[in-house]
């Protein structure tokens, strides 16, 4: 379950980067200031990852990986 909070970190901080880019491209190129991905990017994606953080460090010190 830890691997899938860890995954969640991830993707947001792939789904800020993707969004930032895009949303520069957008006002650079065509001039289009959308803010669609200035919300995903500044919060929906930073929302994931404290989300996959607080869950994956919860799972962690809660059950350690028995080996």
Same mark, same amino acid.
């Given at each position: =379950?830890?691997?899938?909070?860890? !995954?969640? =970190? ?11 880019? #895009?949303?520069? =491209?957008?006002?650079? %190129?065509?001039? #289009?200031?959308? $803010? /669609?991905?200035?919300?995903?990017? =500044? ?5 994931? /990852? ?6 994956? %460090?919860?799972? !962690?010190?809660?059950?350690?990986? $028995?080996?």
């Amino acid at each position: =379950m830890a691997k899938n909070f860890s !995954r969640l =970190m991830f993707i947001s901080v792939l789904v800020f980067l993707v969004s930032f880019f #895009i949303h520069l =491209m957008l006002v650079r %190129l065509f001039e #289009i200031d959308d $803010t /669609f991905w200035v919300i995903l990017g =500044m919060v929906a994606a930073p929302a994931g /990852f404290a989300v996959g953080a607080i869950g994956h %460090l919860v799972l !962690r010190f809660l059950k350690p990986d $028995t080996k």
